[in-house]
Structure formats: C-alpha cells, structure tokens
C-alpha cells in the first residue's frame, strides 16, 4: 500500500508536467518532423523517468531524503519559470533568475498562482521520492537503482557539453537539479575574482560638472519621436514648439540635445545590460572584465568625482542587477522611493535630479527608472491616456515589473491594446520625466547620457506570443534602444563635437560605447581607455550593429550574436489608435 501511494504521487506529479511534454513533442513534429530530435529526447525522458524511480527506491534514507529534497527544488524553480512566462527554461534562464533573487519577494508576490502551483508539484515530488519504499528489491529495482545516479550525473554531463541547452521538457526534477549542478560548477570554476583597482591615471584638468547616465527600463527605441515620425512625444526633440505635450512646461530653452539615433544594447534582458554599463567590457572580453574589472563608481572615485546611484525600480536598499555590498561602498550616495508610488517615481527621480546637478559639486550620477517594463496598464495617469483603445486598468498600480505582460492572450487586437498602454507609458515616464527636468532652470552643464537596458518586440508583424524581451530566441526589437546626449551647455567645442559624432554614429552605435564615453568624460585618456574598453561615442570606427542573446556564455559555449538590419526594424503601427489631446492636470 505505501509502495502505491508513493507511486502515484510520482505519477501525478509527473502528468502535472503534461503541458511541457506535449509543447515539445509539437515543436519536434511541427511543420518540419524531427525523427532523430523525437528518439533522443524519447530516449532522454525514459531515463530520467528511471532514474527518478531508482531514488526513490533507495533503502538508505540520509540518501533519499536530500536527493528527494534537490530534486523537489529543481522541480519548483524549473516549473515555476516556466508556468510564469510560459516558455522553456534554458541554462540562460536560469542565470538570470539566480542573479534575479533579490526580487524573490516580487515574484512571490505577483506571480503567486504559478509558483504555488509548482510548490504544490514540487511537494508531491518530494512526498513520492522521500517516502520509505517498501519490498521490491528485484533485478528490474536493482538495475533502476544501479543507473539512478548515473543518469543525473550524465544529463549534467550533457548539459555541460551543449552549453546548458537540451533539458526542454525533460522531467523538471533532472532538470532542474542537473542545471542547478551546472550552475554550482560554474560559480566554482568562474565565479568572480578579485575586484582590480584602477590603474588608468585621470588628467590634471578635474572635471567640474556631473557626468549623469540614465538607464531607462525597456524602451523600445523605435517608438519615440526622435526615431520614428509615427513615434510618441520624448520631450527629447529641438525646441519647435512642442514643448509641454507631455503635461509639463519648460522654464527655457533646452539644453543642447545631441541624437544617436537607434543603438544596440548590450544584450536583451535587464541584469546583463546594467552590469556591462557599470562594469565596461567589449564584445570579446567582457565576461572577464565584469567578473574582476574595476566599476565605473571606482573610475569615478580615482577621478575625484561624488557618487550617486538613484534607484526608481527597488526600495528598501534592495540591489539589482548583481550589485553587492563592495560595489556599495563606492556609491556616496544611495536614493531610493519607498514612500512614491510607482507612477510617480520616475518624476520624483527627474526633481531629485535636478537638485543634485544644481548643487555645483561634480558627481557621476546614475540612474535606472521605472520605464517601460510590463505592467504598463497602470504606469501612467488618466491625464495621459492619449492612445486608446488600451488595456484595463488598477491590477498593477504597485508594480513596477515581474509581473506577467498584463494578462496578454497573445492575440492582435490585445497587443494593439499593450502597444497603446505602452504608448501612453512613454508619454509620461519619458516625454514628462524630461519635460520636468528640463523645467529647472539651473541644472548645471552637466553631460546626460540617455538609453534603456533592452529594447522590446510588441508583435507588430503578427504571430503568437506573449513575450517582449528576455526571449530565448529574440526578435531584432528586443535589442534596439535610444541613445542620446544631452547637456555640455557651456562649452560650445564640446557641442560640436557631440554634433559631429551623433551625425556621424546615428543609428550605427551600441551600449559598449558608453563606459568608454563616461571614462573621457571623467579625464581619463582615449588611448588608455580604447585597449581596455573599445572606442567611445566620439570614435569613427564602426561596430557591429547587434546585441548579445547569449549573454552567459558559459560552460564552453560562446557569446551569440544577433545582427539587426535597420530597415526590418517593426515602427509604432499607426492603425493602432484614436490619438486623444493629452490634459494638462495642473
């Protein structure tokens, strides 16, 4: 009787992974009949399956139990991925949600249904491995127990050799404790070093105004106006009248803005993106340079400069994006808006700005603002719904990101919705931010550079989906960004300088620029800095025009990537609103 009910609890728990299993058999038989790729994973899927038996008959219990425990949270975390974003979890994947761990509370939070359900999967995993078998000791449960390990131990080994890739629908339980093998092997082997110190010596000439970078979060670069005719008010064109669309008015004229154009990012999600820009690197060697190379607040310390870091994403001193405690010490000052609403942060951030680069003391500032991310039915206010039809509103009004794209079925006509929410997110998070900060009238001349972390895909072509970015297999969207300059209003060399080189690199440069751009900023020298960290924006060499969709590139395999052609680039389809005047709300 024990030995029934341990089975079954097994059995359920593996047909509660049905969905997964089926997903992949369609995608090995549909529209191209994969025979080789059916029998592999076939042969794959009854090993695990034997495997798993063989634990769980194991007699000693000091053994079974912690197998029972590693396999039940493979389960959990590999299960809980996927019934939240509803994709596969590679070896990618699960880098990122390691890094990620700090928005666990987050995740709880707003993707509770899914991952209860996998707890509850995983529950009855480690219930039918854990408990005591009872008889059985034939040559079919011998030879079960013999290959057990083994098999766990050989799909690591596997997975090593593909470069993580290749559990897709396997049992979660091997799949997730071979990845979470693998992951423990990588820390070992290439997990972070030392930290060097800046050996680059600045100039006698100190900077006396702030170097700020402001990191938005998923703005897609073709849906603003400076990109694109049909793109939405940034608050980033030349004085022409247009000034206060946004629901703000300016004090002055602008300062001098400077347009790159459309740019490539680092990579298509958030972690790898914001590490790269705090930590520098080129194409070739950035995996080494932000495991132990110095980080731009040290560069920035070496230089004489202040430090601030403002955070409009997390609160309560939570860190992202792989900052730790060492990289803390160098920020002097650190901001976050646990009092704001999240509809209101990036605006609290734009004042908050403003009185720092008044306050004539020369900082490097950066920032990363609550953007674009999904949800994005509540990250504006009615003032501003100027693109309708849109989505429904008051689910998210406390999130600023995590969460599933706004309860997206993947049909048209609901991302026609998501495009114009999205629309109206840009018109308050990006045109009213500068908008608001451009209304101060003594912020200093300061040097701004602008971009977001990705990019996104909204389905413009058509096709399924419910993703925007972070996709295992990405659209060109997904790493396509803004770039711009502003600032430099008291020297007129440097403006032209900055006309010059935004005419000369629109819509041909990357993220990789940046960290070589602040460097010159600081005083540090172009010759120094371009061995090191590749040319800046001021450079004429061209660079590819792609973004990395392999950002960690372990375990043999190599970064890949993804070239974007301009003119395939999707632009904001105009069949997609009835444009209302936006309000003034004071």
């Keep these: 009787m024990q030995n029934r009910v341990k089975y079954m609890l097994i059995i359920l728990s593996l047909l509660l992974g049905g969905g997964e299993i089926w997903r992949r058999l369609v995608m090995l038989a549909v529209p191209d009949f994969h025979l080789v790729g059916l029998i592999a994973f076939g042969i ?13 008959l194991f007699k000693n219990g000091w053994l079974r139990w912690p197998l029972a425990l590693l396999l039940a949270a493979g389960s959990m ?3 809980g991925y996927q019934w939240a974003v509803n994709d596969f979890m590679s070896y990618e994947s699960f880098v990122t949600m390691v890094q990620s761990a700090g928005d666990l509370g987050s995740a709880l939070e707003q993707q509770g249904v899914a991952l209860l359900l996998a707890g509850g999967k995983a529950l009855l995993l480690l219930i039918g491995v854990g408990m005591k078998p009872r008889g059985a000791n034939g040559l079919v449960t011998r030879a079960a127990k013999a290959v057990a390990l083994p098999v766990l131990l050989g799909l690591s080994v596997l997975l090593f050799f593909r470069g993580g890739e290749g559990g897709s629908a396997l049992p979660s339980s091997h799949g997730g404790a071979s990845l979470a093998m693998l992951y423990v092997y990588d820390m070992a082997t290439t997990g972070k070093g030392p930290r060097q110190k800046v050996t680059l010596k600045p100039g006698a000439a100190r900077r006396t105004s702030d170097i700020v970078l402001i990191v938005d979060e998923s703005i897609a670069g073709a849906y603003l106006d400076i990109n694109s005719a049909a793109g939405v008010y940034s608050g980033l064109l030349p004085d022409e009248g247009e000034a206060g669309e946004a629901g703000e008015s300016e004090a002055g004229p602008k300062p001098p803005i400077h347009n790159f154009g459309l740019a490539t990012s680092i990579t298509h999600c958030s972690v790898g ?5 705090r930590f520098g690197g080129t194409r070739d060697n950035y995996r080494e340079t932000i495991r132990t190379g110095p980080s731009i607040w040290a560069y920035a310390k070496a230089a004489g400069l202040g430090t601030i870091y403002i955070d409009a994403q997390r609160t309560g001193g939570r860190y ?47 920032i990363n603002k609550v953007g674009g991310h999904f949800p994005v039915s509540d990250k504006f206010p009615m003032s501003h719904a100027r693109y309708q039809p849109m989505l429904k509103r008051g689910k998210f009004a406390d999130v600023t990101d995590m969460a599933t794209p706004d309860d997206l079925d993947g049909s048209a006509d609901n991302w026609r919705l998501y495009r114009n929410s999205y629309r109206n997110t840009l018109l308050w998070s990006v045109g009213g931010f500068f908008d608001r900060l451009f209304s101060y009238e003594a912020i200093g001349d300061a040097t701004i550079l602008y971009t977001s972390d990705h990019g996104q895909s909204f389905h413009e072509r058509g096709g399924g989906g419910e993703a ?17 300059v502003i600032g430099d209003r008291g020297d007129a060399e440097r403006n032209q300088r900055w006309a010059e080189a935004a005419a000369a690199g629109k819509d041909q440069r990357s993220h990789y620029r940046i960290f070589p751009t602040m460097l010159g ?15 800046d924006l001021f450079a004429v060499e061209p660079e590819p025009f792609s973004f990395n969709t392999r950002f960690n590139a372990r375990l043999g395999s190599e970064p890949s990537w993804l070239h974007v052609p301009l003119d395939d680039i999707a632009r904001p389809p105009l069949s997609d609103y009835r444009a209302k005047p936006v309000a003034d709300p004071k």
């Design 273 to 277: 993106s914001n590490v790269v820009l």
């Design 77 to 79: 975390m590999v299960d």
């Design 468 to 484: 925007t970015h972070c996709t295992p297999a990405p659209n060109i969207e997904e790493g396509v960004v803004p770039l711009v």
């Design 44 to 56: 794959l899927f009854a090993a695990c399956l034997v495997s798993l038996v063989g634990i769980a």
């Design 521 to 535: 900023l600081m005083g540090y020298a172009p010759q120094d800095i371009a061995p090191l960290y590749g040319p």
């Design 320 to 366: 992202q994006n792989q900052m730790d405690d060492a990289e803390r010490k160098l920020i002097d000052v650190w901001d976050q808006f646990d009092e704001v609403p999240v509809v209101d942060r990036d605006h609290a951030v734009a004042d908050r700005l403003a009185g720092y680069l008044a306050d004539d003391v020369p900082q490097l500032i950066l």
